[in-house]
């Protein structure tokens, strides 16, 4: 009877160990299983979100155009003949009347039918007036001659051309009109109306009209923007985190010098921007809207993180190599320029990078320093107005008029490119300069 039990109990204890197995495998598979779901979730957004801003903002990056032979008339442009002495004569010409009768006449519409000329004048965009007036003053001598000018179609018309505009639904429904149309398709047949890369998108500065807005003046100062963060944070940030790391003595004012850093690094940057409208703007008087206050604000944003960066770079480099350097007589000053830092500057400049791409992308304290102006003119010092891509996007964002709509996803889709390109840089750097040991 004792032996009996002997053996039930012994072979009872693998049925248990067994048991314990399987369910730390299936534990383990369910673990699997749950990482790989979140995984496919997260790759499921990204994907919607590309697919999403890709498809409304490629078409963007188009813009339907009207080549037209415009005559450049002397009695539109200049009745008097008074160029010689007055500039302002060609400045305040009836541009768009010149590219209007060009396009009445290629379509064949009787001039003296107003209804059918105004329809015809609403086709083209208001633009129009600035290019043609640029075309003369660089060159007057063209006035009076017939130059083959390619001019943008307004946004309707080019919403409709992409196929953006249900024409199926009733005329008084939609902002193109039936006759429109059939311009447009008589107009493409004869291969004068078509898509062309749309130059202006990175060229033009706000407009109110979808057709002649661009980003240009938005990249100018965002440029302007990340070169006062690289030229103050990094040098700044760098020789914060020395001597923290290496000269600084351990006690409580260093401790909480520390926490108060890492605690940065947390806080929203829309306090930031309250910051710089207190500082920069209210206090040391600086102009409103200009990109050396934005610049400011972003390098105090970036600060905390170049700093944590350089730090942790800077803890990477293993004790031996300043042992080895103070062995050989090296001064600490010289141990942390000739051999530290040097070892530490791959990780440096990947926090530098990581850091001008998230100020690349914030919006909020721009918004509180006055960003969000109307500014047609590029800045030509960073005291000039200016504003930034985030902040453009944003502008935009609340535009009423489809075109802005593709507007809006073609500047997310270069802000993108930007911060991938940024991003990229920063893994090349860290892969082509790092050393391992």
Do not use: C
């Amino acid at each position: 009877m004792t032996d009996a039990a002997t053996h039930v109990g012994t072979a009872a204890v693998p049925v248990r160990r067994d048991i314990g197995i399987k369910r730390r495998k299936a534990a383990e598979k369910r673990f699997r299983a749950y990482g790989i779901a979140a995984i496919a979730t997260g790759i499921f957004f990204l994907i919607a979100l590309l697919w999403t801003v890709f498809s409304n903002g490629y078409t963007a990056f188009w813009q339907t155009s009207i080549e037209l032979p415009i005559n450049f008339e002397e009695s539109v442009i200049d009745p008097g003949d008074k160029r010689a002495t007055d500039v302002n004569v060609l400045l305040k010409a009836n541009y768009p009347r010149l590219a209007q009768d060009a396009l009445v006449a290629k379509l064949g519409v009787d001039p003296e039918d107003r209804s059918k000329t105004r329809d015809v004048g609403r086709m083209i965009s208001n633009g129009v007036r600035t290019q043609l007036r640029d075309m003369v003053l660089s060159d007057p001598s063209i006035i009076g001659t017939t130059q083959t000018v390619w001019v943008l179609a307004t946004a309707d018309v080019d919403s409709a051309a992409k196929g953006q505009v249900d024409l199926a639904v009733a005329e008084a429904r939609r902002k193109v009109s039936d006759e429109q149309v059939e311009w447009m398709r008589t107009l493409q047949k004869d291969g004068v109306m078509k898509e062309r890369f749309n130059t202006g998108l990175f060229t033009f500065g706000a407009s109110s009209r979808p057709e002649t807005a661009g980003v240009g003046v938005a990249m100018i100062g965002s440029i302007y923007m990340m070169l006062i963060v690289l030229v103050l944070a990094l040098p700044i940030g760098v020789a914060a985190s020395i001597y923290l790391e290496e000269f600084a003595p351990k006690n409580r004012l260093t401790d909480l010098i520390e926490v108060n850093i890492n605690n940065l690094a947390a806080v929203p940057s829309i306090v930031f921007g309250l910051l710089g409208l207190a500082i920069f703007i209210n206090f040391m008087q600086l102009p409103r809207s200009a990109s050396i206050v934005g610049g400011l604000v972003l390098t105090l944003m970036t600060l905390p993180t170049i700093i944590i960066a350089t730090r942790a770079a800077l803890r990477a480099v293993p004790p031996s190599i300043r042992s080895a350097a103070l062995g050989l007589g090296a001064s600490k000053m010289q141990m942390v320029f000739h051999h530290v830092l040097p070892l530490a500057s791959p990780g440096i400049l990947t926090g530098t990078i990581l850091g001008l791409a998230q100020a690349l992308g914030e919006t909020a304290p721009l918004i509180l320093i006055g960003m969000v102006a109307f500014v047609a003119d590029y800045p030509t010092t960073p005291f000039d107005p200016a504003t930034a891509l985030p902040v453009q996007i944003y502008m935009w964002a609340n535009e009423a008029e489809r075109a802005f709509v593709e507007r809006t996803s073609g500047a997310i889709i270069i802000l993108l490119i930007f911060l991938a390109v940024m991003n990229v840089g920063a893994i090349f750097l860290r892969r082509r300069f790092e050393r391992r040991w």
